[in-house]
């Protein structure tokens, strides 16, 4: 795959490189309990710094990655859009999968579609891949409600027991999103 740095763009944010003044704004989006529902656990500011310091250096390996979301008017940091090989073992692995996480404040204006469209062009358009995944935990109704807006379907046979949490645990069992590059092209009118 090509490893040229992208940053995708729409009319309302940039996608682009994660920077040092973002990991304040971070460490507070992924401590609110509301943010993280769906998630293990909220993030100390030392985990917190650590999970951005592995977005930047697959962002370096491969030229793409989560992206650090930057509402353009405002300048802030909303939260994060993009692609990712999970390196962990899926039952639908090897995969891309698209996700977002947004602090509160940009919820509910259409911001995380906007940023995962970008996300799934570069994705199609720019590294020719033939498939995005997505995934959440079943209670996730909002992440699922993106995905169904963005043309992916659910796969009802992919649901799984996510690897990293514990049996038992509340959020283990997701369920999975598929979008290929033909129902891609045919959404858009290519």
């Known amino acids: 795959m090509d490893r040229t740095l992208i940053e995708p763009e ?3 944010l940039r996608l682009r490189q994660w920077r040092e003044s973002d990991l304040a704004p971070f460490a507070a989006l992924v401590a609110d309990p509301q943010v993280m529902e769906f998630f293990p656990a909220t993030l100390s500011r030392e985990e917190s710094d650590a999970l951005v310091a592995r977005f930047v250096e697959r962002i370096a390996q491969n030229g793409w990655g989560f992206w650090a979301a930057e509402h353009k008017e405002s300048g802030e940091l909303i939260g994060f859009t993009g692609l990712n090989a999970p ?15 947004l602090a509160r404040k940009w919820w509910g204006q ?3 579609s906007e940023a995962a469209r970008a996300s799934l062009a570069a994705g199609f358009e720019q590294l020719g891949l033939d498939e995005i995944v997505s995934f959440t935990a079943l209670p996730n109704r909002r992440s699922s409600a993106v995905m169904q807006r963005l043309g992916m379907r659910e796969d009802p046979a992919g649901e799984f027991d996510h690897p990293l949490l514990a049996e038992g645990h509340p959020l283990r069992r997701h369920c999975l999103y598929r979008l290929d590059r033909a129902a891609w092209q ?3 009118g290519a």
């Open 10 to 12: 729409t009319p309302r």
């Open 87 to 101: 390196a962990y073992a899926l039952p639908f692995s090897p995969c891309v999968e698209i996700g977002w996480r």
């Open 110 to 112: 259409g911001l995380a």
């Open 186 to 188: 045919a959404q858009r």
